[in-house]
Nanobody, 116 residues
Framework: QVQLVESGGGLVQAGGSLRLSCVASRIIFDINAMGWYRQAPGKQRELVAA???????NYVDSVKGRFTISRDVAKNTVYLQMNSLKPEDTAVYYC??????????WGQGTQVTVSS
């Protein structure tokens, strides 16, 4: 059974940075694409960044140029570096397979709050 544990969220002022981490209980992303999702209050969960096994990455337009997804297979960890944060980035952030997440893999997420 796979468990994904997100961490690194917090409260930051607009323009600040955070780095999120997602540790998997076993190696799943050496052969699978991984993604970071977010869900803001009252909104649907959206995929914001995906990293494919070949190393290519895709981002939703709203975070392009500000967020970077990466992975460390040896540490079973995928990261999301978030720079130039905006209040509209406020959400709970989750990791999962991408672009088709596995329901059973959803973790608790990590809260990111950006103040103006």
């Amino acid at each position: 059974q796979v468990q994904l544990v997100e961490s690194g969220g917090g409260l930051v002022q607009a323009g600040g940075s955070l780095r999120l981490s997602c540790v998997a209980s076993r190696i799943i992303f050496d052969i699978n694409a991984m993604g970071w999702y977010r869900q803001a209050p009252g909104k649907q969960r959206e995929l914001v960044a995906a990293l494919y096994s070949g190393g290519s990455a895709n981002y939703v337009d709203s975070v392009k140029g500000r967020f970077t997804i990466s992975r460390d297979v040896a540490k079973n960890t995928v990261y999301l570096q978030m720079n130039s944060l905006k209040p509209e980035d406020t959400a709970v952030y989750y990791c999962n397979l991408a672009p088709g997440p596995i329901y059973e893999y959803w973790g608790q997420g990590t809260q990111v709050t950006v103040s103006s």
